[in-house]
């Protein structure tokens, strides 16, 4: 079945019943001219925060069977702070991301970043890379939308007060040892850090170390800067669901 992102959607009004969703002109352009559905066509619509329903489409909008909520994802949440990537690697880094979980993903200004925009770009493509997440979260079904955020500072994220496992080809420790530091109970967000295609300069590595920073290692390969944004977050969920259940927890 065919899902759609409805962003901001007024799903709430309609949780645990039914209802018709009107859709504005760019939502039934894009279900009729770009997809080419006709009227009873089924989909699963969500708004992005946690509802979802299965619906028809018909003249008037979306007829929606019972609107549901999400189960939780997983917690803590895993934000992605990354440098930014040339080209296309970097559409793949975001549709991948999303896939396995990402909460959000903000691009790092940093000392030997490869790229670098101007506000105005960096504002353009940011919008492209959103459509992405968005895409990517109808292809695998998520009901809570990965925001893809404005560029920020290293400043500004080790300010943040978040736990920080940073990816470093330098090296670091193993996964599993880093998260048994983390605070009991777990936080509710966890920042997953990945350095630029030109890698960590010494003062950032000192900046990161100094608001608690732990190097991890993610194997004996050096990683490529988008593959190691996904094995990063791939290993820190494994490592979270193991220290759980360790703990006879459930997630």
Known sequence: MRALLLAGAPLASHEGGTGLLPLDRDADARLRRVLRLRD?????????????????LVAEGLQLAAVERAPAEAAPALALHCGWIKGERMDWMV?????????SITPLASDHAVVRLDAKRAEKRRERLQAVADAALEQCGRARRCRFTEESSLRALCAGGMPLLMADEAGGVDLFAAVSTLPTPAPPVVALVVGPEGGWSVEERAQLRAAGAIAVSLGPAILRAETAAIALILQTR???????LRHGKKR
């Open 40 to 56: 009873g066509a089924k989909l699963r619509v969500t708004d992005g925060a946690g509802l979802f329903a299965e619906a028809t």
């Open 95 to 103: 549709e991948k991301a999303v896939e396995v979980g990402a909460a």
């Open 238 to 244: 494994m490592a979270l669901d193991a220290a759980l």
